[in-house]
T-cell receptor, first 114, second 116 residues
């Protein structure tokens, strides 16, 4: 199916465990993003990537690691999960090619850290 | 530091009413981008519009229109003849694509309820 997918959609883990959230897009968009959404904070950018092997920090990168070896995949890893990382995580992709460009979001992953 | 303020937290209207969602931003950059997103009750995020700081033309797309005014640092969103399906949380956002520390800053969102 064309589009942007995230897996898993729901995840419960324990403090201290490593967790990887997957993001896959089928459009070959250059830009990809990870956000987290929390009540009272809205959406905050964690990391973004302008192309394969090019990543950079957003507003709240601490505790997270990303990689992008292939254009279509942009996994987000929580190296040692903490309760404060309980959130809904959204992945997005975008061409950033001009005035009609569009950013597409995945369906989100709801992560609970116990 | 960049900032986005959506002063309205909740708006309730009756179907067919027009409604305007306000967005005020702060930035020191001369080049920046403004966005609006919609998040319906199902939870997905839907991109509505992206506008760069050099383009102050108003945009109309069906029942949706956007008014960008640099003089007042505002990027307001109007829904004409609202419908129940417009019920959602609407986020305004600002980005400064200026290199290593590019940030996308969202407002807190406005919850719009459209009653039949």
């Amino acid at each position: 199916d064309a589009g942007i997918t995230q897996s898993p959609r729901y995840k419960i883990t324990e403090t201290g465990r490593q967790v990887t959230l997957m993001c896959h897009q089928t459009w070959s968009h250059s830009y990809m993003f990870w956000y987290r959404q929390d009540l009272g904070h809205g959406l905050r950018l964690i990391y973004y990537s302008a192309a394969a092997d090019i990543t950079d920090k957003g507003e709240v990168p601490d505790g997270y690691v990303v990689s992008r070896s292939k254009t279509e995949n942009f996994p987000l890893t929580l190296e040692s999960a903490t309760r404060s990382q309980t959130s809904v995580y959204f992945c997005a992709s975008m061409w950033l090619a001009g005035p009609t460009d569009t950013q597409y979001f995945g369906p989100g992953t709801r992560l609970t850290v116990l | 530091a960049q900032k986005v303020t959506q002063a309205q937290t909740e708006i309730s209207v009756v179907e067919k009413e027009d409604v305007t969602l306000d967005c005020v931003y702060e930035t020191r950059d001369t080049t920046y981008y403004l966005f609006w997103y919609k998040q319906p009750p199902s939870g997905e995020l839907v991109f509505l519009i992206r506008r760069n700081s050099f383009d102050e033309q108003n945009e109309i797309s069906g029942r949706y229109s956007w008014n960008f005014q640099k003089s007042t640092s505002s990027f307001n969103f109007t829904i004409t003849a609202s419908q129940v399906v417009d019920s959602a949380v609407y986020f305004c956002a600002l980005s400064e694509w200026s290199g290593a520390n590019s940030k996308l800053t969202f407002g807190k969102g406005i919850t719009l309820s459209v009653r039949p």
